[in-house]
Every structure is written in C-alpha cells, then in structure tokens.
C-alpha cells in the first residue's frame, strides 16, 4: 500500500532554513508526480510545490517563490522541500501527497513552527 512519511519539522527563527523529507514507498516513485501542502491553523490547505515524476519540473505557489526548493530522489524515492527565509506566516503542519491510480495519498503531517 502507499505510504508517505514525512519528517524535519521543528522550531525555527524568522529567516531560518529548514528541510522536509518525504519517505514514499508502495508505488513507481519515479513515475509519479509529488507535491508538498500545508495547512495553517484555522485555514484551508494550500498546495506549496510541485515535482514531476521523469523530468523534474517543479512548480510553486507565489508565497513561496524564491524561498522554497522541491526535489527528489528516485533513487531513495523520497521527496525534499528546502524551505530558506522562512517567516511567521509559514507555520503550518506540512504535508506530502501523491495521486495514485485514482486516489490521494497524504502523510499525517509534520509541524513547522516560525517563532522568534
């Protein structure tokens, strides 16, 4: 079955970095699309960054621009968002997800908290 791991969340400073990873398994990682989400407290889930499976090309919501880097590593079949500049408004559960054979996969999260 698909599973999808997130991991890296924490406490950060405005103006820090921080790296999520994603552990996917269950389904040809290489083949499929992934994508990075959030949700703040109290609003909806946002799509962050996008990856394609074979070639690569990535895709950003327009808050992040600039700030944020998706990759992958079909060889791990994991999947990174490189968050750098990060602010108060950031703070969000982060979630993984991939469409598979008609459905959505989601991890069960994991925090980032931007706090001075």
């Known amino acids: 079955q698909v599973q999808l791991v997130e991991s890296g969340g924490g406490l950060v400073q405005p103006g820090g970095s921080l790296r999520l990873s994603c552990a996917a398994s269950?389904?040809?990682?290489?083949?499929?699309?992934m994508k990075w989400y959030r949700q703040a407290p109290g609003k909806e889930r946002e799509r962050v960054a996008a990856?394609?499976?074979?070639?690569?090309?990535?895709d950003y919501a327009e808050s992040v621009k600039g700030r944020f880097t998706i990759s992958r590593d079909n060889v791990k079949n994991a999947v990174y968002l490189q968050m750098n500049m990060l602010q108060p408004e950031d703070t969000a559960v982060y979630y993984c997800?991939?469409?598979?054979?008609?459905?959505?996969?989601w991890g069960k999260g994991t925090l980032v908290t931007v706090s001075s």
């Open positions: 269950g389904f040809p990682f290489n083949l499929y699309p």
């Open positions: 990856i394609s499976g074979l070639t690569g090309a990535t």
């Open positions: 997800n991939t469409y598979y054979k008609l459905m959505d996969y």
